[in-house]
């Protein structure tokens, strides 16, 4: 008997799947569901042993990889026009993966947008609106954000160098030099770095339940076709390249050392199990219409007290949308302030 492989019928788009939590996220995805079609969205091109490597270790045919640019509003835009135009099965799930976290100094995007804000809050803010009129419900947004989010006594991650989220507004976080904190302390270009990158996971949490309210608010989610929104924590992975901007022996001990003692420290993993975790989180039925929610691997947590600020949330969101000159035509949620907030505050 001849076997024929499946045919894809639903698509994924997913951030960042080069390496670390996005490659574990993106094998894990295509191995599960021989269904899926997997886009890899990243500003560097895979090598083509990537895809090929997930293809043959999948056995999933359908995996490709589309250039997107998180730092440039037009390469957002150009990425969703391009996805528009092919052919691809119906869209059921996009995963916020990229970050990235610069602790040399202050450098921008090439919209003048502080990068670590920039890339990790308002490109992926962009695209996910840019991308629903194309999702198709049941669907599945989720931003992946990190315990660094947290104050710093709670969590394992400020024990290794992070600093506590400050979140002010949305406006001084793309434009820091604009308008400085005058009541902040001087800090080490690492501190600044670190905070910048635990404020943008915050940023990541503010976004997934404003978007959650706002989908049903507007009868765009529904128990019957609903579109979940959810946050994902997957837990200290080092090893990965998120300390590529840290000085060599950092680097050294966040790529070695680390990975070396993971096994004795708590909530320390290897981008396998958060990979298959955020895999499943998108792809499991029983996740169909869970949303709002804030998970560590499979588990349901609380996050922060203050990322449950709606306040917050909804200034952000408003002014994201100004700062990246959303258009009414290009989101099914209303832009500016049109928008009925009685059920928010």
Same mark, same amino acid.
């Given at each position: 008997m001849t076997s024929h492989p499946a045919v894809p019928s639903r698509t994924v788009i997913l951030t960042g799947g080069n390496s670390g939590l996005g490659y574990a996220c993106a094998r894990a995805l295509a191995r599960s569901d021989a269904h899926v079609s997997l886009i890899l969205a990243s500003r560097r091109k895979p090598a083509a042993q990537v895809v090929d490597t997930l293809k043959r270790a999948t056995g999933n045919p359908s995996i490709e990889y589309l250039p997107l640019d !998180?730092?440039? %509003?037009?390469? =957002?835009?150009?990425?969703?026009? @391009? &996805?528009?135009?092919?052919?691809?099965?119906?869209?059921?799930?996009? =995963?916020?993966?990229?970050? =990235?976290?610069?602790?040399s100094g202050t450098t921008y995007t090439q919209d003048g947008f502080e990068t670590t804000f920039g890339v990790n809050c308002l490109g992926h803010f962009l695209l996910v609106n840019l991308l629903l009129?194309?999702?198709? +419900?049941? +669907?599945? =947004?989720?931003?992946?954000?990190?315990?660094?989010?947290?104050?710093?006594?709670?969590? !394992?991650?400020?024990l290794m160098g992070a600093? /506590?989220?400050?979140?002010?507004?949305?406006?001084? !976080?793309? *434009?820091? @030099?604009?308008?400085?904190?005058?009541g902040a302390r001087p800090e080490s270009p690492r501190s600044v770095g670190t905070r910048r990158y /635990?404020?943008?996971?915050?940023?990541?949490?503010?976004?997934?339940?404003?978007? /959650?309210?706002? %989908?049903?608010?507007?009868?765009?989610?529904?128990?019957?076709?609903?579109i979940a929104v959810n946050a994902f924590d997957p837990g200290l992975m080092p090893g990965t390249k998120l300390a590529r901007d840290y000085s060599l022996? +950092?680097? &050294?001990? *966040?790529?070695? !050392?680390?990975?070396? %003692?993971? $096994?004795?420290l708590p909530h320390t993993y290897s981008p396998e199990t958060p990979g298959k975790a955020l895999a499943r989180l998108v792809l499991d039925p029983a996740m169909e219409g869970v949303t709002g929610k804030y998970f560590a691997?499979?588990?349901?947590?609380?996050?922060?007290?203050? /990322?449950?600020?709606?306040?917050?949330?909804?200034? %952000?969101?408003?002014t994201s949308a100004e700062v990246v000159q959303l258009q009414p035509t290009e989101t099914i949620l209303p832009v500016g302030n049109?928008?009925?907030?009685?059920? $928010?505050f």
């Open positions: !998180l730092a440039s %509003l037009a390469s =957002i835009r150009a990425f969703v026009r @391009d &996805f528009a135009e092919r052919e691809f099965p119906p869209l059921h799930a996009v =995963i916020c993966n990229a970050a =990235i976290q610069i602790v009129r194309n999702l198709v +419900a049941p +669907a599945q =947004i989720v931003f992946v954000s990190s315990g660094t989010h947290y104050p710093a006594h709670n969590t !394992l991650d400020h600093t /506590s989220p400050r979140y002010r507004d949305a406006r001084a !976080l793309a *434009w820091p @030099d604009k308008y400085p904190d005058a /635990s404020t943008s996971k915050l940023c990541d949490v503010f976004y997934a339940y404003e978007l /959650s309210r706002r %989908l049903q608010a507007e009868g765009h989610s529904t128990p019957e076709h609903p022996p +950092a680097r &050294f001990a *966040w790529r070695v !050392l680390l990975p070396a %003692l993971r $096994f004795l691997r499979m588990d349901a947590i609380a996050s922060s007290e203050e /990322s449950y600020d709606r306040q917050k949330a909804a200034e %952000l969101w408003e049109t928008l009925n907030t009685t059920n $928010f």
